[in-house]
């Protein structure tokens, strides 16, 4: 009789579920494809809307003209003074005069009890608690003690006028073995000046003041300042200011006072500066040209709404300026230039560029921006908020494409509901049947041993 075997052996459930439901995964699968390409597509808008938005960052100098406002200033006697810009103001030279510096007001005690300073912490008063001052017009109180019976130091007194803040700066000088506490304002100018008040007393001079006991030798009173603001003319102009950091003498230039004489500041228009600022707006134009051929090669293949926008931008370059003479002036960025590539970007010519600026500023300046709205900076920025708006084409490319992601993921729950039913129904049946072909095993081994036997 030929020996009867069992192949039969226990069934890998797991694997076989998890093998079916690879395949029952497939339409979930395609559905988060599909949520990763519309997010795709979200991101490139959004990379469409921060190109746009730099786009039209870099035309508001321009649609205002300050773009053409850069200068550069120069000094005569860098050991004078010196320059920079600011914005606005015009070329030409400026004769500068400086009679005196500000200064800040200056105070400094030496004596306690009529002697010098031995030491730093030398104890001024038991009993003092406060000190009153008046700056800028101002009553400011420094708390000297935390508590009753504490010792008011020379120290003491120094600290707790800097962390006061109160717009006086203090510190302790030593002079071989004797110690001057010197207090001055923080800022330059009669504005900004502090006096003595309280108990104490203030001679309104640079010496004679009293202090907390501390006096002012002869020595201590040459040392100490009072506050005056710098005087000087420009072109013949008075001029009085509270600090030697001058910004309105000069319309467009901050001057740096160094020293009383004279000196001359003279602004140039800065054709580096102005083509850099022009250079930027290209650049940003030409980006967003690059992103929207990025997007149409890419996520937003075949959108037309995409291609729109290169299209929009183009339409205001094709259209002149309103009432600007194009033949004996300049009507199109083309004239002065700045002209379109083949392959839709812009380029400018530099050279030619200054070339219209010397000709004719203010009718370059006319091309980027006007009273009458129709410069190529202003309609350009016109463009981009219809594009950049509520119902913008960004703005409607991101609603429809965010509507489709919120389709996928209602569609996605729904599956997965599906796939956790379905594979709990299958886990069930090859339970069973593995149950069952064990039990069939079982049977056909006690078979085969009893024909064994």
Same mark, same amino acid.
Do not use: C, W
């Given at each position: /009789?030929?020996?009867?075997?069992?192949?039969?052996?226990?069934?890998?459930?797991?694997?076989?579920?998890?093998?079916? /439901?690879?395949?029952?995964?497939?339409?979930?699968?395609?559905?988060?494809?599909?949520?990763?390409?519309?997010? *795709?597509?979200?991101?490139?808008?959004?990379?469409?809307? #921060?190109?746009?938005?730099?786009?039209?960052?870099? /035309?508001?100098?321009?649609?205002?003209?300050?773009?053409?406002?850069?200068?550069?200033?120069?000094?005569?006697?860098?050991?004078?003074?010196?320059?920079?810009?600011?914005?606005?103001?015009?070329?030409?030279?400026?004769?500068?005069?400086?009679?005196?510096?500000?200064?800040?007001?200056?105070?400094?005690?030496?004596?306690?009890?009529?002697?010098?300073?031995?030491?730093?912490?030398?104890?001024?008063?038991?009993?003092?608690?406060?000190?009153?001052?008046?700056?800028?017009?101002?009553?400011?109180?420094?708390?000297?003690?935390?508590?009753?019976?504490?010792?008011?130091?020379?120290?003491?007194?120094? !600290?707790?006028? &800097?962390?006061?803040?109160?717009?006086?700066?203090?510190?302790?000088?030593?002079?071989?073995?004797?110690?001057?506490?010197?207090?001055?304002?923080? &800022? #330059?100018?009669?504005?900004?000046?502090? =006096?003595?008040?309280?108990?104490?007393?203030?001679?309104?001079?640079?010496?004679?003041? *009293?202090?907390?006991?501390?006096?002012?030798?002869?020595?201590?009173?040459?040392?100490?300042?009072?506050?005056?603001?710098?005087?000087?003319?420009?072109?013949?102009?008075?001029? #009085?200011?509270?600090?030697?950091?001058?910004? =309105?003498?000069?319309?467009?230039?901050?001057? !740096?006072?160094?020293?009383?004489?004279?000196?001359?500041?003279?602004?140039?228009?800065?054709?580096?500066?102005?083509?850099?600022?022009?250079?930027?707006?290209?650049?940003?134009?030409?980006?967003?040209?690059?992103?929207?051929?990025?997007?149409?090669?890419?996520?937003?293949?075949?959108?037309?709404?995409?291609? !729109?926008?290169?299209?929009?931008?183009?339409?205001?370059?094709?259209?002149?300026?309103?009432?600007?003479?194009?033949?004996?002036?300049?009507?199109?960025?083309?004239?002065?230039?700045?002209?379109?590539?083949?392959?839709?970007?812009?380029?400018? !010519?530099?050279?030619?560029?200054?070339?219209?600026?010397?000709?004719?500023?203010?009718?370059?300046?006319?091309?980027?921006?006007?009273?009458?709205?129709?410069?190529?900076?202003?309609?350009?920025?016109?463009?981009?908020?219809? /594009?950049?708006?509520?119902?913008?084409?960004?703005?409607?490319?991101?609603?429809?494409?965010? =509507?489709?992601?919120?389709?996928?993921?209602?569609?996605?729950?729904?599956?997965?509901?599906?796939?956790?039913?379905?594979?709990?129904?299958?886990?069930?049946?090859?339970?069973?049947? &593995?149950?069952?072909?064990?039990?069939?095993?079982?049977?056909?081994?006690?078979?085969?041993?009893?024909?064994?036997?």
């Amino acid at each position: /009789m030929a020996a009867i075997t069992s192949s039969v052996g226990v069934l890998d459930v797991q694997g076989i579920v998890s093998q079916l /439901m690879m395949i029952e995964r497939q339409p979930l699968n395609a559905s988060l494809g599909k949520t990763d390409q519309y997010n *795709t597509q979200l991101s490139t808008v959004g990379r469409l809307s #921060s190109s746009l938005s730099a786009l039209q960052t870099a /035309m508001t100098s321009l649609s205002s003209g300050r773009f053409l406002q850069v200068f550069k200033a120069s000094v005569s006697d860098g050991a004078m003074a010196s320059v920079s810009t600011t914005t606005g103001g015009n070329t030409g030279t400026y004769q500068i005069s400086v009679d005196k510096l500000a200064t800040n007001r200056q105070l400094v005690f030496d004596r306690l009890g009529g002697e010098t300073i031995s030491k730093s912490d030398a104890v001024v008063s038991t009993k003092l608690d406060q000190l009153t001052f008046q700056v800028g017009g101002k009553t400011q109180t420094v708390k000297l003690i935390d508590k009753p019976g504490d010792a008011v130091t020379l120290q003491t007194i120094n !600290d707790k006028i &800097n962390a006061a803040g109160i717009g006086i700066n203090s510190s302790i000088v030593q002079n071989g073995k004797d110690y001057k506490l010197v207090l001055v304002a923080a &800022n #330059s100018g009669t504005d900004n000046q502090f =006096s003595i008040a309280g108990s104490d007393h203030d001679s309104g001079n640079t010496s004679g003041s *009293t202090l907390a006991g501390l006096t002012q030798s002869d020595a201590a009173g040459k040392e100490s300042l009072n506050a005056q603001n710098a005087s000087l003319t420009v072109n013949g102009v008075a001029v #009085s200011a509270g600090s030697n950091r001058i910004s =309105s003498a000069v319309a467009g230039v901050e001057i !740096d006072l160094y020293k009383p004489g004279s000196f001359t500041v003279s602004l140039a228009s800065d054709n580096a500066g102005i083509n850099k600022n022009l250079q930027s707006f290209v650049d940003a134009y030409n980006q967003v040209v690059s992103d929207v051929k990025d997007a149409r090669k890419g996520a937003l293949k075949g959108n037309a709404s995409i291609l !729109d926008i290169q299209s929009r931008l183009q339409q205001v370059l094709s259209v002149g300026v309103e009432g600007a003479d194009p033949v004996n002036s300049y009507a199109f960025l083309s004239q002065v230039g700045i002209s379109l590539q083949k392959d839709g970007t812009l380029k400018v !010519d530099q050279n030619a560029f200054n070339d219209a600026l010397k000709k004719d500023k203010q009718a370059v300046a006319n091309l980027f921006g006007n009273a009458n709205n129709t410069g190529f900076a202003q309609r350009f920025n016109q463009a981009i908020n219809s /594009m950049l708006g509520p119902t913008g084409l960004i703005e409607t490319s991101k609603a429809s494409i965010k =509507s489709r992601v919120d389709q996928e993921a209602q569609l996605q729950s729904s599956l997965q509901a599906r796939l956790d039913t379905k594979q709990s129904q299958l886990l069930q049946q090859y339970t069973n049947l &593995n149950k069952t072909l064990a039990q069939m095993q079982a049977g056909s081994s006690s078979l085969f041993n009893l024909i064994s036997k």
